[in-house]
């Protein structure tokens, strides 16, 4: 018996002998690491802290020297600038008195920091964004004053008045030229010339006025900053040997009061979280330590179970509820919507629907609706995601989208949807099946986002006029026998129009309407062939429709005559050509206006 317990004691004593062993290797290991990461971080935080205020301080030069400047004989001298000068205009313009007058203001910036500041000048722009020219360079006239007392000075290192700047490998100068802001370089680059770092700061030059001239830069050396870091390091170093010392010392010490597993435990818990599901602690001992390492690695595949439960239910409902709609909303998640929540916003609206849906289902069982709806709108919905749009709804065949980054998206995500109708009726024929057709219509405007419902049953939705008149003019789209309309206050909100290509069909007054409403078609939305040819007498129908609202109702009526016998396939022209032969025979009617009524459903 007191054998057995001496032989446990034995083991014992050999087990914590070396679980010290190893937590000093450790410990000291450890020490050393975090030492020298501290000391490295250390120098980049001194290191950054020193660009940054380097950056500041070119940056307050800079904006002096756009203040200092004399604004009078800074807009004479930037008028005077050009891309090919002779050279008796530069020698003019250098010894002007507005260029001494300039130059002295920038030497006096200069002379604030002389040490470091090492070029001084200003530019300004030109038709191309890659190109600038000099217009006053704080060392031309002492370097011309040198040349001409006989020193050897290339010509070439003398930045003229006029003379090209190739900003093309300088974004912040582009940027600063195009944004007419101050602005520093984000990083130091190096001057072959003298062979240290440099940053550079700029600031815009604006006349009297206001008007923009042009771009005062300032280049500073790293001379100050490559100094105080040669003398922290050589201080950095010492204080790293000396913290060695004191690891090893402190290692045997603390060796006794720390555990390997315990550290690595504490590692692994602090670096657990849902990016590092997978992390398990390895289990290398049957202490107290292991039995832990154990009940974690158990408690962390459940999480991961959980996990992955989750975000697969995230994904779900994600299909069903938009998480657009969510940030739209500001909310995180679908469980912090409540009933009633709302918001505003400037929006573009889609409306999309097949053409003789009804008649086309009644010839497919349920099982063939289904899948023909599905293959079809598998197809429509990459094209609004692509065009940062997301699906609010399905209403049956009809697809309402959301584009919270305005009509050019939305637009683009219509022009989208057509060009994958004619590969989805491509794939169709091969079947063979019928091809289908699709009215598209998009309208911007105010709407309110928020939910609807009851305690027990409420879904995400929108309420807007714009809404309803996006939901109208789709329907407007049989009428016309265009595949995509829009308005003319969405044309309006277009960033740039030439992007798409449209023509004006007609002011309507729809159902649940008072003001008329401007329909235009988007060309873009058609065959290529019938594009072409639409935009080819677009000039003269809108001569026509130009008549026929100046009630000149029988030369509209020959114009539109003519139109049509070439273009039989054009509805819009025949309603046109229609109303203007009527109204050519019997007149208007008191107070007409050229709107029509139309009842869409």
Not at 391 to 401: E, F, L, P, T, V
Not at 430 to 440: E, F, L, R
Not at 444 to 457: C, I, Y
Not at 517 to 543: H, I, K, N, W
Request: with cysteine; aromatic share 8%; hydrophobic share 40%.
């Amino acid at each position: 018996m007191e054998q057995r317990v001496e032989q446990k004691a034995s083991g014992r004593r050999r087990r914590i002998f070396s679980l010290r062993l190893k937590i000093t290797l450790t410990f000291l290991v450890v020490g050393f690491a975090v030492t020298a990461l501290l000391s490295y971080s250390v120098y980049r935080v001194l290191d950054a802290g020193l660009l940054s205020q380097m950056q500041g301080r070119v940056l307050d030069l800079a904006r002096l020297g756009s203040q200092m400047v004399d604004k009078d004989a800074m807009s004479r001298l930037a008028a005077g600038v050009s891309k090919d000068p002779s050279d008796d205009a530069v020698k003019k313009a250098e010894a002007s008195a507005d260029f001494k007058l300039v130059s002295d203001s920038l030497n006096k910036v200069r002379g604030v920091d002389a040490r470091l500041v090492h070029y001084i000048y200003t530019f300004a722009p030109t038709a191309d964004p890659k190109a600038a020219l000099y217009i006053v360079d704080g060392d031309v006239l002492s370097l011309l004053a040198d040349k001409a007392a006989g020193k050897d000075v290339p010509d070439d290192s003398i930045s003229h008045y006029s003379s090209d700047f190739d900003i093309a490998s300088y974004p912040v100068a582009k940027r600063a030229l195009s944004t007419h802001a101050p602005m520093v370089e984000e990083a130091w680059s190096y001057d072959p010339d003298f062979k240290v770092n440099s940053i550079t700061g700029y600031s815009p030059l604006f006349s009297r006025s206001g008007k923009f001239l042009g771009v005062l830069g300032i280049d500073m050396v790293d001379s100050d900053v490559r100094i105080l870091l040669a003398s922290v390091t050589r201080i950095m170093l010492l204080v790293f040997a000396g913290a060695l010392v004191l690891i090893m010392a402190s290692s045997v010490l603390f060796g006794t009061i720390f555990t390997n597993g315990i550290v690595r435990l504490d590692r692994v818990v602090r670096t657990f979280d849902q990016d590092n599901l997978s992390l398990r602690v390895p289990v290398r001992s049957r202490d107290e330590v292991g039995r832990l390492s154990v009940s974690f690695n158990e408690m962390a595949e459940t999480i991961q179970q959980y996990h992955v439960r989750q975000g697969a239910f995230l994904e779900a409902y994600g299909k069903f509820v938009p998480h657009e709609l969510l940030r739209l909303l500001h909310k995180d998640s679908i469980l912090d919507l409540k009933l009633g929540d709302q918001s505003e916003k400037e929006m573009a609206v889609l409306f999309s629907d097949i053409r003789s849906f009804t008649a086309l289902s009644e010839s497919m069982s349920p099982q063939q609706n289904f899948d023909f709806l599905n293959s079809y709108l598998k197809r429509m919905g990459p094209e609004i995601r692509a065009n940062n749009g997301f699906i609010d709804k399905y209403i049956g065949d009809a697809i309402m989208a959301l584009f919270a980054g305005g009509p050019n998206d939305a637009l683009s995500a219509a022009v989208g949807m057509k060009r994958r109708l004619v590969e989805y009726n491509r794939d169709r024929a091969k079947v063979p099946y019928d091809p289908i057709s699709i009215g598209i219509a998009v309208n911007a405007g105010r709407l309110m986002l928020g939910t609807l419902g009851e305690s027990e049953r409420m879904e995400g939705s929108v309420i807007a006029d714009s809404v309803n008149l996006c939901s109208r003019l789709e329907s407007l789209t049989r009428v016309y026998g265009a595949s995509i309309l829009t308005t003319g206050k969405t044309l309006v909100g277009l960033a740039d129009r030439s992007t798409f290509s449209f023509r004006f069909v007609d002011r309507v007054r729809v159902r649940g309407r008072r003001e008329a409403v401007l329909v235009f078609e988007v060309l873009d939305g058609e065959a290529e062939e019938v594009r072409e040819r639409r935009e080819s007498y677009r000039a003269e129908f809108a001569r026509a429709q130009r008549m026929y609202y100046g009630r000149e109702f029988e030369e509209a009526s020959k114009i539109l005559e003519d139109l049509a016998r070439a273009n039989p396939d054009d509805p819009v022209v025949s309603i046109f050509r229609s109303r203007s032969g009527l109204l050519a025979r019997t007149g208007a009617p008191e107070g007409w206006e050229g709107v029509v009524e139309i009842d869409t459903k």
